[in-house]
C-alpha cells in the first residue's frame, strides 16, 4: 500500500484529471550548434504544446517561423539543404510513453518527424506545478540532436567541418490547465 501511494505522488503533477496547453507568450523553445566552434542560436517562435491526462505529449512545431537573429541566415536556412520549408513546414513530436525519472523529472519517448524523417527520441524535462496559479505549471528540458539524422545540412554542410552536428535544443513551457473533455 506504501507503495502504490507514493506512486501516486510521483505521478500525481502529471495524471491530474485535465489536459495541458502551452502558452506561447511565455514559452520558449531555442536551440544551439557550433558554427566554426562558436556558438550560433536559433529559435522558434510558433510552437505548441499539449499534454492529455492519457500520458500523451505532442509538439507541434512551425519550422518557417525559425529565427537566428541574421536575415541572411533565416533565409539559408529555409533553402532545401536545410529545413526545407516549402516541402515540410512542421516538425511534430509525439510521445509513446512517458516515465518518471525522480520527483518532478520525466522522460517522453517518441517520435519526432523533422523534414520528412520520424526518428524515435527521448525528450528529458522538469514538471514544476508550484506556481502560484493552480492552473499552471512550467516544463523546462534539453536534448541533443544530430542534426544528420534528420538530413539537415546537407552537401557541402553535411561533414559537420563548418556547422557542428550536434543541436542542443532546450525549452521553457508555461503550460495551462483545462477541463477534459
Known sequence: MKYLALAAL??????????WQSD???????????????????????FAVDYSHQQQLRVVVDISSVDMSNSDINEAIRDTDWFDIKSHSQAVFFSD????IDENQYTAQG????KGISKPVTVPFSWNSANAKANSATMV???????????IGSQEWA???QIGIDVTVRFDVQMLQHASK
Open 159 to 161: 561533414s559537420g567541418d
Open 111 to 114: 517520435t519526432l518527424q523533422l
Open 24 to 46: 506561447l507568450s511565455q514559452s520558449e523553445l531555442t536551440y544551439a550548434v557550433n558554427f566554426e566552434q562558436l556558438p550560433l542560436n536559433g529559435e522558434f517562435k510558433e
Open 97 to 100: 510513453a512517458i516515465n518518471t
Open 141 to 151: 528540458g534539453e536534448l541533443t540532436l544530430s542534426r544528420s539524422d534528420f538530413s
Open 10 to 19: 510521483i505521478l500525481c503533477p502529471l495524471s491530474k484529471a485535465g489536459d
